[in-house]
Structure formats: C-alpha cells, structure tokens
C-alpha cells in the first residue's frame, strides 16, 4: 500500500516537471536552429526580447541573493526607530534615540571637533554584553565641563547603560538607558538607546554577526 | 525515488530566483524591449552597489519615488510629485554624491547651564541642490502647493540658471545632465537627512514619451 502511494505520488511529481520543462526546451530549441538560416525582422525582435528577458531575470536573481537571508537590524536615525527584521517581515520595531549631530570642540590648539552622529551604512554585531559598564571617553567629562581623570578607574561608570549592549565597532552600541523620556528623539552621542524591553529583546534575538543597516 | 527528490530539491531551490525576480520592478511590462533594457541597466547597477556594504539611491522616475537601499533592500521609499529633467539620456551608470546641503550643527558649550538642542528632521533644509559625479545636478524643491513662495523661488533660480546656460559662450556641445524633483516639505527634508558624502545614485528613466 505504502509502495503504491509513493509511486503514484513520483509519478505526479514527474509529470509536473516534465509539464513545466516543455516550455525551457522549446525556447533553447530556437536559438540552434536560427543559426542556420537568417532570422525574419520578427523572429529577430523576439530573439532580442527573449535575450533581455533572460538577462534581466538573471539580475534580478542576483540581486535577491544579495539581500540578508538572515534576521538583520535596520535603524531609522531619522525618526528614531529600530527594526528587526526577517527579510520584508518586521519582527520587532522599537522607538530609539540615537544621535543628536551636535559638535564638541576638542581641548587644544587645534579646530578638531567631535560630531555626535550615529554612522550610517552597514555594520555587524561584533560583541554581546551583559551588565555593560560604561568607559567614560573624554567627551563626557569635556562636555560637562569637567577634568579628564588621569586614572583609568575614574571613568568607569555602572548601571547607565541597562542590562545588555551590542557593539558594533569604533566604540559605538546598542544599549539601555535611564532617560527613555528622551526615546524617539536624537540625543545620544552616537548610540543607538533603547527602553529595557526592547533591549533584552535585541538581546536576545541578535547573533554576533547579525547585519546592522543604519540609514 | 531518488530521481524524483533530486528533481525535487532541484525545483525547490530554483523558487528564491522567482521570488527575487518578482520583486525587483513590479508593474514591469516584460514585453516592452525599452523598458526591460532600462531596468537591466539600473539592476545592473544595483548588483554593484548592492554588493558593498553600504546605502544608495535609486530614483525610479517611472513609480515616482526615491527609494533609500543597502544589500538591494528597500530600507525607506519617498514620494515625488512631479519632476522634469534635461539630457537624462546622457546618463550612465551610477553617480556620487559630491556636494549636498550644509547642515546648521549646534556646538556644545560646556560652560552653559542649558543643553544645546540637537538636531532633528525639521532643521533639514526643504530646497536645496544635489552635485554628482560624473555630471549631473538634482534640484530638490517643495510643491507649489505646500510653498507657494519657495516654489516661486527655487523655479527662479532655475530659470536663471538655464539663462545663464544658454549665454554662456563656452557652451559645451551636450549639456550636463539635470533633474528638478517637487516633493512635499517633510519628503525632502527625509531625503536631506539621509544623503551621506559619496553616496551612490541610480536613476531609473521611463521609457515611454511623457
């Protein structure tokens, strides 16, 4: 009984095939034997149609396979929002603050500045953090109008950036904060912040290697 | 048996092709030769860009819109109203953004009790004029409708600017490529926002007379 219902359940799956292989076969069929006798002005036009027909399937292919084929983050800096994605499904989107554009001038002679944007492009989870402590960069106290510690110690800060923190290099992250009243607006010096839900949820969801689209 | 699950899994792989397919122009009439030759030019183009881990422009003048994309994912989709163009048939391949408008940054001062507001969409300009290379510019300007006064202005500077051209003794036998796009106010400081130094764009051109 089992033998017959696999055999008649081939036997479909071939005649489908077979059904949708006609029509790749006749096509192949016409370019080999156009070769030996020159093409009407219609025959011509149709080989010419069914050649960027072709071509343009086989870029579209291409670029499909260019898109993330894995859940990926996407953050809006504009309207301060972060998705999760899993190709065109939005798993997770979360309000978020991230860069405010402002500038700081750095101490001394010269006219360099810090600008407090976050980058745009696309970047990688490079390193998942729990209970995260905050290394204090000379900004933080420059801005504040304080002095830089000479000691390393002196810069680390506990409890101010939330549970979790993703970083995705040159020093910026993902990561919690105590002022959400300030979530869905730009603020931070280059950080992406999130409420303590959304984080553990980015958290959890995020492999080191997960894509980071930010535009 | 094995056969047919290998002509099986042959079937299932071939599926994602389709899907991307189907995806890239909706809407594309694949028997006009034109306008398939036009979007296998531009998605030509999207494989190169696509391919680098970075964001670019397509403005599909055919859908009207200006589509922000990494990884050929459309990320953010704008609206054009209305656009008008000159010598859009010299263009090949992509271009790079080279000049865009500045932004007014606030400086932090460490000295001042009050912290400096930051910047937000609504400090974005809403006309402004977009440099690329190789040659071509893109005016940006809000509809009519919306502002009435700035519309008068920026189709001022326009006219003048294609007086300027016409006068101008070392003409150039082709003229620079050049489009003028109408969106609304907040579309145009959308795509203000987004623009990164050396971003890249394509332009899709429709293929029928307008």
């Given at each position: ?45 149709d080989r010419?149609?069914?050649?960027l ?27 301060n ?8 499904e ?41 209970n ?48 959400t ?12 912040r ?22 | 048996?094995i056969?047919?699950?290998?002509l099986?899994?042959?079937l ?96 932090i ?6 912290e ?52 101008s ?20 400081q ?11 764009l ?9």
């Amino acid at each position: 009984m089992m033998a017959k219902t696999s055999v008649s359940f081939s036997t479909l799956i071939l005649a489908g095939l077979l059904v949708t292989a006609v029509p790749q076969s006749s096509h192949t069929a016409f370019p080999v034997s156009d070769t030996f006798s020159s093409p009407t002005p219609d025959e011509g036009q149709d080989r010419r149609l069914h050649s960027l027909q072709a071509k343009y399937r086989s870029l579209a292919t291409q670029l499909s396979k260019l898109k993330p084929h894995q859940p990926y983050i996407l953050v809006d800096t504009a309207r301060n929002h972060l998705y999760v994605k899993r190709q065109d499904e939005i798993v997770l989107d979360a309000i978020a603050s991230t860069g405010s554009g402002t500038i700081l001038d750095k101490p001394g002679e010269g006219h360099d500045q810090w600008i407090f944007d976050t980058p745009r492009g696309e970047f990688f989870v490079q390193s998942k953090l729990t209970n995260p402590a905050w290394v204090k960069p000379d900004w933080a106290f420059i801005e504040e109008g304080l002095e830089v510690p000479k000691n390393p110690t002196d810069r680390v800060e506990q409890g101010v950036l939330g549970e979790y923190a993703l970083g995705f290099g040159k020093g910026y992250f993902i990561h919690g904060t105590l002022y959400t009243r300030m979530l869905g607006k730009n603020v931070t010096h280059g950080c992406i912040r999130l409420n303590d839900g959304d984080l553990k949820s980015v958290y959890q969801f995020a492999r080191v290697g997960t894509p980071i689209i930010i535009f | 048996m094995i056969l047919c699950a290998v002509l099986v899994l042959l079937l299932a792989s071939s599926i994602p092709g389709q899907a991307g397919e189907t995806d890239s122009f909706p809407g594309l009439d694949l028997n006009n030769p034109a306008a398939i030759q036009e979007a296998t030019r531009v998605l030509e183009e999207e494989v190169k860009l696509a391919s680098r881990p970075q964001t670019y422009l397509l403005l599909d003048l055919v859908t009207r819109t200006i589509q922000i994309k990494g990884r050929g994912v459309e990320l953010h989709r704008m609206a054009i109203t209305t656009w008008s163009a000159r010598a859009l048939h010299e263009l090949k391949g992509s271009h790079r953004l080279i000049a865009r408008p500045s932004v007014l940054r606030r400086k932090i001062d460490p000295t001042a009790p009050v912290e400096q507001e930051p910047i937000s969409l609504a400090d974005m300009p809403v006309d402004y004029t977009l440099s690329f290379t190789p040659p071509l510019s893109v005016d940006v300007m809000p509809t009519a409708e919306e502002s009435p006064f700035r519309w008068i202005r920026a189709r001022g500077q326009t006219w003048w600017r294609d007086l300027q051209d016409s006068w101008s003794t070392n003409r150039p036998a082709t003229q620079n490529p050049y489009l003028r796009l109408e969106v609304s106010a907040e579309q145009a400081q959308s795509l203000a926002w987004s623009l990164v130094d050396g971003m890249a764009l394509v332009i899709r051109r429709p293929t029928d007379k307008r």
